[in-house]
C-alpha cells in the first residue's frame, strides 16, 4: 500500500500539467481578401492560421497535415524545442512534410508568452500559412488585463510569392514606386544647397542604389488578423478596462509603425518575454517581432489600431470599439523617410565594434519612473521621459532606436531610415528601454566574439552572411554552454531583422547584464552595428537568418550547430 501511495504521489508530481492535441492541415484554397477570390495557402481553411493556445509546462502533440502538391514545413517561431522539432529541411534530419503525408510534433512547452508559427519552405510564408501562438503562463504572470486579443499583423500580395522573388532577382527595384524625381532635387537644393545636393547624387550614383529604396517589395495589401482596412477586424472593449494587444508582425518584408491615436500603450513584453513596463505612444516593429501592450481605454468610443509599413505604401488598421459597427478616425498619413549616407555606414569610421549602451552615452537604464512593476498602478509614470535620451543620435549604431522627432523642418521629407516622423513630445519605443522583467540567470562576460556581417549585391540581388550565400557558408560552431557575443555589422542600405533559433539572445543594449532583455529577433538598421550575448544550451543544428523572406531566399542564411562534448553527450 505504501508502495502505491508513493507511485501515485511521483505520477501526480511528474505529470505534465496539461496535455494536449493539436490537428493542423496545409491546403490550397480560395481567398477573398482584396474582393475577388486569389489562390493561397491555407492553415485549417484559414489565412492566418488558427491560433494554437498552450500552457506553460504542457506536453504538446501537433499533428499536421500537408495536401499540398509539394513539401511544406512548420517552424515554431520563438520556441525553445527539441532541435529535431523545431521544422527546417535539412536540419538535425528533419525531412520536411511531403505532399498527402502527415507530420507529428511533439514537446513540452518550456515557456509562456506571444510567439508565433510558419512555414520554412521556399516562399510559403508569403503565401498565408502563419499563425499565431499564445502561451499562458504556469503561474499567474506580472500583467493583469481585462480582455487579450492577438493582433497579426502581415503582408498580402494576388502575385504568386515565387514570382516576387524572381521579379526581385530580375530587377531589384522592380517594386520601388517612389523614386526621386527633378522637382525633388531642386527641393534639396533649395534645402542643403547646390554643392551639397550634386555630391549626394553623385555618391549614390556611384554606388548604383537609390536612397528611396527603403523597402524592397511594397503596394501590398496589409491585414490585421486576415483583413484588409476595409474589413476592418474589430476587438470590443468596455470603457475602463485593461486590454492587452500581442502584436505579432508575421509578414514577409514589411515593417511597421504602430500607434493607437488617443491612447498611451504600455509594453509589457517583447518576442514573448516579459519586460518592465514601458509607456509609449508608437513603436516601429521588425518582421517576425513580437509586442505585448496594455491599453486602458477610458471613453465610450472607437479607437484605430493604426499600422504604417516604412515604405509608407498602404496602411493597416483594426478598431478597438465599446459595440460592434463603430469606426476610429484614420490618421493623417506620415511621410516616407529617404535614406543618407550615415544608413549607409559613411559617417561610422572607427566604429566596427561599438555596442550601443557602451558609447559613453547615457541610455536610462530604468524603466518608467513610479511605476509598479506588477502593473498595480498602470497610470503612474506615463507622461515619464527616459534620462538621458535628449539630443541622442540613433544613427550612429543605434539601429532599431528611432529620433525623437522628424527631420522635416524645411518641408522636406524625413531622412533616415530610423526615422518614423515621430511627433515632437511623442515615445516612440527604442530598444534601449527594454529591460528584463525577471534577472538573467547567466551572466558572465563572453568567452568570445563572432562577428556576424551582413551583405550583398543589390543588383543581383544576393544577400550574404560573412560574405557568403547559404549553400556556400561554413556553420558557426559553438560548444554547448559557451558564452558567446555575436555583433552584427550591417554593410548594406537595408534593415536586417536576424533571427536565431532555439535559442534566445541577450540585447547588449545599456542595462545591466542581470536585466539585459531576451529576444529572437534583432534588428539590425542600415550601416548599424549591433551586439548580443548567447549562452549556447540548447544542443543541435539551428537556422540562422534574416527573417526579410526574399533575403533568406536569395541567400542570407546560415547555420549554428551547438555540440556537446564527448563526455557531456554520454551524461
Known sequence: MLRFCLALVAALTTAPAWAGEYNLAIDRRDVNVTGHPVSSITVNGQIPGPTLRFHEGEDVTIHVTNRLKEDASVHWHGMLVPAQMDGVPGLNGYPGIKPGETYTYRFKIRQAGTYWYHSHTGTQEQAGLYGALVIDPREPGPVKADRDYVVVLSDFKEENSDEILRKLKAMPGYYNRGRRTVGDFFDDVARDGLGATLRDRLDWGEMRMDPTDIADVSNYTYLVNGRSPQQNWTALFKPGERVRLRFINASSMSYFDLRIPGLKMIVVQADGQDVEPVPVDEFRIAVAETYDVIVM???????????????????????????????????????????????????????????????????????????????????????????????????????????AAASTESGGPPRGWA???????????????????????????????????????????????????????????????????????????????????????????????????NKHVVNVAPGATYSVLLTANEPGEWAFHCHLLYHMAAGMMTKVVVARMSSEASR
Do not use: C
Not at 297 to 307: G, Q, S
Not at 447 to 469: Q, S, Y
Not at 488 to 506: D, I, K, R, S, W
Open 419 to 517: 526615422n518614423a516622423s515621430t511627433p515632437a513630445g511623442m515615445k516612440a519605443l527604442q530598444y534601449s528601454d527594454l529591460r528584463s522583467y525577471k534577472p538573467q540567470t547567466d551572466t558572465r562576460p563572453p568567452d568570445r566574439e563572432i562577428v556576424v556581417r551582413l551583405g550583398g549585391n543589390m543588383e543581383r540581388f544576393i544577400w550574404t552572411l560573412n560574405g557568403a550565400k547559404v549553400e556556400d557558408a561554413k556553420p558557426i560552431e559553438l560548444k554547448y554552454g559557451e558564452r558567446v557575443k555575436l555583433t552584427f555589422v550591417n554593410e548594406t542600405m537595408m534593415a536586417h531583422p536576424m533571427h536565431l533559433h532555439g535559442m534566445f539572445v541577450q540585447l547588449v543594449n545599456g542595462q545591466p547584464a542581470e536585466r539585459l532583455p
Open 297 to 403: 481605454p477610458k471613453e465610450d468610443k472607437a479607437y484605430t489600431i493604426f499600422a504604417e509599413p516604412i515604405s509608407r505604401a498602404g496602411y493597416a488598421r483594426a478598431t478597438l470599439a465599446p459595440r460592434q459597427g463603430l469606426e476610429g478616425p484614420i490618421p493623417k498619413r506620415r511621410p516616407r523617410a529617404v535614406l543618407t549616407m550615415a544608413d549607409m555606414g559613411m559617417n561610422h569610421a572607427g566604429m566596427d565594434h561599438m555596442d550601443t549602451g557602451h558609447d559613453g552615452m547615457s541610455h536610462g537604464a530604468t524603466g518608467p519612473g513610479g511605476m509598479d512593476h506588477g502593473m498595480s498602478d498602470p497610470k503612474a509614470g506615463m507622461d515619464h521621459h527616459m534620462p538621458g535620451m535628449e539630443g541622442m543620435d540613433h544613427r550612429h549604431g543605434m539601429d532599431h532606436d528611432m529620433p
